[in-house]
C-alpha cells in the first residue's frame, strides 16, 4: 500500500491482494515481478512467498476507509483482482470497500476481464449488488482492461464493453504493437459525413470513457514508436474520448522528430545527427516529449482533485 503513487494517472495503490502469474506478452516484464525480490526482503506480507503464490490480505482491506482525503486509488498494482486464486467472497469485500469508500475513485485494471465479466454480471443478476448497497456500477469504480498489442486489445476490450460498469477503460501500456480502436467488428452502420455515407468505425472507442499509454520501462523494455501513439491521440480527439500518455518507455523512437528514448539501441553519433535522447530512463519527463505526444486527460465525471 502506497499513500503515494509513482504512477502518473493515479494518486495512491492499495493491494489487498498480492502475487499473480503470467497471462501474455505484456506480462513479460511485469513490474509487480521485478519488484517481489525486494519486497520480500522488506515487507512480511511478501516474505517466504513466490511470486505465483497469490495471496489476499483482510487486514489491508480497511485501508481506503482510513485515508480521509479524496483520492484516484489504483487496485492492486501488485497483482490481478480477478486472477483465478483470489476467491470470489474476496472480491466481494473488495467491492464492499469500494463501495463504501465514495469520497475516493477506484481504478482496477485486469488482464482476466472474463473473470471481471462474469463474476460481476452474476451479482448484477442476482441482485445482491443492489441490496447490499454493493455497487459494481458506481461512478466512483472504474473498470478496465490491460492490452499490449492489437491481438490483447481484440481480445480483452469487447468482454469490458459487455461488463457492467459506470466507467471503462483501457490501458495500452506495455505498448509493444500498433493498437488502432478503428476496428471493422465496431461498425455499427453508416452515417452520412459531408455528404457521404461513411461507416462509423470508432463506435467501440466512444463506448469507452478513457484511454490510458505508456511504453515500456527497464532494462529489457521493448520499443515504441510515436507514430502508434500519434494514432491512438488522432483517433481519440476524433471520438472525443479522454486520453493520458503516461510515459514514452525506455526504447521510444520518433523519426518524425529525431527523438530516441534513454536506452534506444543506436549510435550515439545518429542521435548527435539528428536529433536528441530522453534522459528520463522511462520517457516519463512531459517537458521531453513532441508537443503532440503531451496529452494527460481524465474522464469528466472525475469528482475528485488530485491531492498536492
Ligand atoms: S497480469 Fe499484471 S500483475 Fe499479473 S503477471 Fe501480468 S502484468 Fe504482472
Redesign the pocket.
Same mark, same amino acid.
Not at 499473480?20 to 497471462?23: E, F, I, L, M, P
Not at 511485469?30 to 515481478?33: G, L
Given at each position: 500500500m502506497a499513500d503515494q503513487s509513482k504512477i502518473a494517472w493515479t494518486d495512491a495503490t492499495w493491494n489487498p491482494v498480492t502475487g +499473480? @502469474?503470467?497471462?501474455s506478452e505484456? +506480462?513479460r516484464n +511485469?513490474?509487480?515481478?521485478r519488484e517481489w525480490p525486494r519486497l520480500t526482503r522488506l515487507l512480511q506480507a511478501y516474505s517466504g512467498r513466490s511470486f505465483e503464490n497469490v495471496a489476499c490480505h483482510p487486514e489491508r482491506l480497511d485501508q481506503p476507509i482510513r485515508w480521509k482525503h479524496p483520492r484516484k486509488i489504483f487496485v492492486n498494482s501488485? @497483482?490481478?483482482l480477478f486472477?483465478p486464486d483470489v476467491p470470489e467472497d474476496f472480491i466481494r469485500a473488495v467491492f464492499a470497500i469500494m463501495a463504501v469508500a465514495t469520497w475516493h475513485t477506484f481504478q482496477i485494471l485486469t488482464?482476466r476481464p472474463e473473470r471481471m465479466m462474469e463474476v460481476l454480471t452474476r451479482w448484477d443478476y442476482e441482485g445482491l449488488v443492489l441490496r447490499s448497497g454493493y455497487g459494481t456500477q458506481l461512478p466512483n469504480i472504474w473498470l478496465g482492461v @490491460?492490452v499490449e498489442d492489437q491481438k490483447s486489445a481484440e481480445e480483452r476490450i469487447p468482454v469490458l464493453l459487455e461488463t457492467p460498469a459506470a466507467v471503462r477503460w483501457v490501458s495500452v501500456e506495455p505498448m509493444i504493437g500498433p493498437v488502432t480502436f478503428r476496428w471493422a467488428k465496431w461498425q455499427s452502420g453508416f452515417k452520412m459525413i459531408e455528404g457521404r455515407l461513411v461507416r462509423n468505425h470508432l463506435d467501440g472507442l466512444r463506448r469507452l470513457d478513457w484511454i490510458v499509454v505508456g511504453g515500456e520501462s527497464g532494462q529489457s523494455a521493448r520499443p515504441m514508436e510515436a507514430e502508434w501513439v500519434r494514432k491512438i491521440v488522432h483517433e481519440c480527439r476524433e471520438a472525443k474520448v479522454p486520453l493520458f500518455v503516461k510515459q514514452l518507455g525506455a526504447r521510444f523512437s520518433d523519426e518524425k522528430n529525431g527523438i530516441a528514448g534513454a536506452s534506444l539501441n543506436i549510435p550515439q553519433e545518429a542521435i548527435d545527427l539528428l536529433g536528441r535522447r530522453l534522459k528520463h530512463r522511462s520517457g516519463s519527463d512531459m517537458e521531453e516529449w513532441p508537443e503532440e505526444l503531451k496529452v494527460r486527460e481524465y474522464p469528466e465525471n472525475l469528482a475528485i482533485e488530485k491531492i498536492s
Open positions: +499473480c @502469474s503470467h497471462v505484456g +506480462c +511485469c513490474y509487480a515481478e501488485m @497483482s490481478d486472477h488482464k @490491460s
